[in-house]
């Protein structure tokens, strides 16, 4: 019997396949395609204390080997979040981590200091990384003082676990994972999305309202997984890797280059059942190579 639990923070997760924000809805949506329980975690749709309409369409498009999208962070407000999705949560035997963004750094502390109140989440992903915004996300996540500051606001809101998620969209990515470790953050998760467009050469006309957008699904996963080490080799808090994960096999190099955990996101929207099936594949691994736990292979690349 391996043994698949991971440890971030004070938290322990049954095992390390957790979904991807904005990729699992607010987590009410899937439950007749899979069972939620059987996931080490979900995070949520990003939450701003506003409601968001998001970006106009269209602001969805396939491309070689993944998607472009440009939602904008389009959510129903951390009010009727609380309302109307969260009482689910308290049904789930899974951990819940609530995602959340802002404008300002004020934004993301009212959200925090709201949730905080309001419903018993296991932790924040706090996302300074989102590139279909006009004001926040990334303009927080490429700068390591901005990054820093939030950071360092959130984490004198709550004891729960901090999780600030990066962007690949700057020069030195271990620099500012560096920064949000030093001001509290618990766990660092990376990648969001590459900045990409698509353009339809019949019209000549992007294929995105807003011309750009973020690239994700498996054509990114290469670059992800060099962003993952890179950080890993950086900092010491735990990370959990992001970016074309859709197999148990590419979840396995996420843990063996050192991320703790992963999240799985666009391969849901091809394969609903993508995260479920990955655990069982990482099992499948870890049993046939005797390997007793998890956190065994985390961090063991070998390196010629």
């Known amino acids: 019997m391996v043994d698949l639990t991971v440890k971030i923070g004070d938290i322990v997760f049954k095992n390390p396949v957790l979904t991807a924000s904005g990729t699992f809805g607010y987590g009410d949506e899937i439950s007749s395609l ?17 409601p ?62 709201y949730l905080e109140k309001e419903i018993s989440a296991d932790g924040y992903e706090i996302n300074i990384s989102c590139p279909n915004t006009e004001k926040g996300g990334i303009y927080f996540g ?9 950071t360092k606001a959130v984490r004198q809101l709550t004891s729960k676990l901090v999780i600030i998620k990066l962007t690949p969209n700057v020069t030195s990515i271990s620099d500012i994972a560096g920064a949000v470790a030093d001001a509290g953050a618990d766990c660092i998760s990376l990648v969001n999305s590459f900045v990409g467009m698509a ?29 993952v080490y890179e950080v890993c080799s950086k900092v010491d808090i735990p990370v959990i890797g992001i970016g074309g994960i859709s197999t148990g096999e590419d979840a396995l190099e996420f843990l063996i280059t050192g991320a703790c955990a992963v999240e799985v996101g666009t391969a849901t ?21 005797n390997i007793k736990n998890v956190s065994e292979i985390v961090g063991s690349l070998i390196q010629s």
Request: hydrophobic share 35%; proline share 7%.
């Open 34 to 50: 899979i069972d939620v329980n059987s996931l080490g975690g979900i995070v949520t749709k990003t939450i701003t204390f506003s």
């Open 269 to 289: 929207f091809f394969d609903p059942k993508a995260p479920v099936k990955i655990i069982e594949e990482i099992k499948e691994y870890l049993n046939s190579n």
């Open 142 to 150: 490429s700068n390591r003082e901005m990054s820093r500051n939030v």
């Open 199 to 227: 353009v339809d050469v019949e019209t000549r006309k992007p294929k995105i309202k807003k011309i750009i957008g973020g690239l994700t699904g498996p054509c990114i996963k290469p670059i992800a997984l060099a962003k």
């Open 52 to 113: 968001r309409e998001g970006n106009p369409p269209p602001r969805i498009t396939e491309t070689t080997a993944g998607m472009i999208n440009s939602i904008g962070l389009a959510n129903i407000g951390v009010e009727r979040f609380v309302k109307e999705k969260a009482p689910i949560y308290k049904s789930f035997d899974t951990r819940v981590i609530v995602s959340v963004a802002g404008e300002t750094i004020d934004d993301y502390c009212r959200v925090v200091e």
